[in-house]
């Protein structure tokens, strides 16, 4: 069959699909991209001629954003179904670098497929090229290698074949994904070869659940059974893995408590009997009281993140840990035994080797806890909210099924401790790369995976600011999703920490400079309601908390794509960290604050880096 490079690519991308359960997925399911010189006549021209049906076609705005869409896409598919982004040369291809680090610290699959110089070299240097003098064969290309789990250049035909079967290899393996590149020479793009039929005929990857070793499982029960103050914490994989269902079972039987990471919250119902919440930094009083307390830790699904140990300080010195996890790199964390396997399916070795095992009761204030949540949602209703009562309403306002978007800043950590999620994929939020900018896109590719649900994008001034540019996307494609815009007028979170480390809250608000020289001038007048009105976006306006929710209401029932615009008090924050962060403090300067700051911090830091490192 004689295609182009591009030609070709398209017909085998269509013909790839993945199967778990008996459950079959397109493995990738549509493309992002904006047109260049270095794409437009190869991978676009092949696009054209494909048609919709073999591959759906997306326009991004930003190429950042088209990564952060497609990982919202794929993570809402459990990882089973993933899209793919294709750019120009240069600029367009360097976008890619962010989304990439994200997609991979995520351990989330997408294809990038940039342009990239001439592999003929008809002319040097060409429009965009890099030229690195000792290196002919570098290009801008490779910065992408180092935040990658796979990458390629295809610099003649012969090679796509064997290059694109690797590349999906990784893109369906959940022990080893994330993203995946292909850099493609724009002449190489539009080359034609005789490719065998054989190539793309459908090809079906089984993504299996292997089960831990029966010797590692059995070790891991007898410890669960010896501990007198176990503790499950669940992570991102056991949503990965769908393996909800076989986690509440185990609590249930065993009545062992269960504390959630950022990826994992709503892995248990807010208010299954062992939930104890987040845990770590931004973790809840209880779950964090129990991980102090543990002796035994069972980690499910996790990358044992500095905000989820506290940096290290959270668990005791002579705790022992139990590592679930597909990744044999992430098992052998902590120092624990490591069972490496699917999340459910090795839930459900450990349950059956705890049968008639029940821990010893946990005593942990959770009521308490939950009074304290509602006390801050119920807040003063009279004035602007404090962002504890915009969390507060859109507990009240979304449905079970809804899903909500966030990555950066403070709201992160007010969700992880506040928010009662009520089903497994409810709470979105990327904190393994804590990505402003995510969140919309990110919203966008979850609309596109799950339709039927609500998807709510809730920003800071600071994230919209940086790249609302999908929100064209979602206007162009009528793709219902909601931006909820809290506008506290700079970086709420990086203030709040500036001002604890000593750094006075430098260049963190968004004000007028003053004749100082500092930022500390009269707010500036941004008005991010009209901006978002002026992209096409229905928008809703709020001044209190119960303006908020008739707002919130509002959005959900638009069948258009709808901002909802919030000025929030930050005057009034949210539950205090139950638990330690090492950010370091100035050791000398000339300034008192940070003189001031200094002893508080080590103070702090004896209790930390308390888990062995072995």
């Not at 326009?59 to 793919?84: C, D, I, P, Y």
């Not at 003929?120 to 002919?136: C, G, I, M, N, S």
């Amino acid at each position: 069959m004689r295609l182009t490079v591009a030609q070709a690519l398209i017909r085998f991308l269509a013909a790839q699909y993945t199967e778990r359960d008996g459950v079959r997925h397109r493995a990738i399911a549509g493309m992002w991209g904006i047109f260049g010189h270095g794409n437009v006549a190869g991978v676009g021209q092949a696009l054209l001629e494909a048609g919709p049906a073999a591959m759906p076609f997306h326009q991004g705005r930003n190429e950042q954003a088209t990564v952060h869409a497609a990982v919202g896409f794929a993570r809402m598919n459990h990882r089973l179904s993933a899209m793919a982004c294709t750019t120009s040369i240069g600029p367009g291809a360097t976008n890619l670098v962010t989304g990439a680090a994200l997609a991979t610290v995520n351990r989330v699959p997408v294809l990038l497929l940039p342009g990239d110089v001439f592999a003929t070299r008809p002319a040097d240097p060409v429009l965009q090229q890099l030229e690195v003098p000792w290196a002919y064969d570098v290009t801008v290309n490779d910065a992408l290698r180092p935040v990658s789990r796979w990458f390629d250049r295809i610099w003649r035909p012969e090679m796509l074949p064997a290059s694109l079967l690797q590349a999906m290899r990784v893109l369906t393996d959940p022990a080893d994904t994330g993203a995946v590149t292909l850099a493609l020479p724009q002449d190489v793009q539009a080359e034609a070869y005789d490719w065998p039929d054989a190539l793309f005929r459908t090809r079906v990857w089984p993504v299996r659940r292997p089960v831990p070793d029966a010797a590692s499982v059995a070790s891991a029960a007898a410890l669960l059974r010896a501990a007198r103050r176990p503790l499950i914490v669940a992570g991102g994989g056991v949503r990965h893995s769908e393996a909800s269902g076989a986690l509440a079972e185990l609590a249930s039987a065993t009545g062992i408590p269960v504390a959630e990471t950022q990826a994992g919250k709503g892995s248990l119902r807010w208010d299954h009997p062992a939930a104890l919440g987040g845990v770590g930094h931004t973790g809840t009083g209880p779950a964090d009281a129990a991980a102090r307390d543990a002796d035994v830790v069972l980690g499910i699904g996790t990358r044992w993140t500095d905000f989820t140990t506290a940096s290290g300080s959270l668990f005791a010195a002579d705790a022992r840990f139990v590592n679930l996890n597909i990744a044999s790199f992430d098992a052998h964390k902590m120092a624990g035994l490591a069972l490496t396997g699917d999340a459910r399916s090795g839930i459900e070795a450990l349950a059956w080797e705890l049968t008639g095992h029940h821990a010893p009761p946990s005593l942990y204030p959770v009521e308490e806890w939950r009074a304290r949540t509602e006390a801050v949602f119920a807040g003063d209703a009279s004035g602007p909210p404090s962002q504890g009562e915009v969390i507060g309403a859109l507990d009240a306002v979304l449905h079970d099924r809804d899903v909500l978007v966030n990555a950066a800043g403070s709201l992160p950590g007010d969700l992880h401790r506040l928010w009662r999620a009520r089903d497994p994929e409810q709470y979105h939020v990327e904190y393994g790369y804590s990505c402003m900018g995510y969140e919309i896109p990110a919203a966008i590719g979850v609309k596109l995976a799950a339709p039927d649900r609500e998807v709510f994008a809730l920003v800071g001034d600071g994230t919209y600011l940086m790249l609302p540019s999908e929100i064209v996307t979602a206007v162009q494609e009528n793709i219902p999703i909601n931006v909820v815009i809290v506008q506290n007028h700079g970086y709420a979170s990086i203030g709040g920490l500036s001002e604890q480390v000593g750094a006075e809250g430098f260049a963190t608000a968004y004000r007028y400079r003053a004749p100082d020289g500092s930022f500390t001038g009269p707010p500036l007048p941004v008005d991010l309601a009209a901006n978002a009105a002026s992209l096409g976006l229905e928008v809703f306006t709020a001044r209190t908390a119960r303006e908020l929710r008739a707002a919130l209401s509002a959005a959900r029932q638009s069948p258009r794509p709808t901002a909802v615009h919030v000025e929030t008090d930050p005057s009034r924050p949210g539950l205090a960290p139950e638990a330690w962060w090492d950010v370091p403090v100035a050791e000398v300067s000339s300034r008192a604050a940070a003189r001031d700051a200094r002893p508080a911090y080590e103070a702090a830091r004896p209790a930390a880096g308390r888990r062995p490192r072995l």
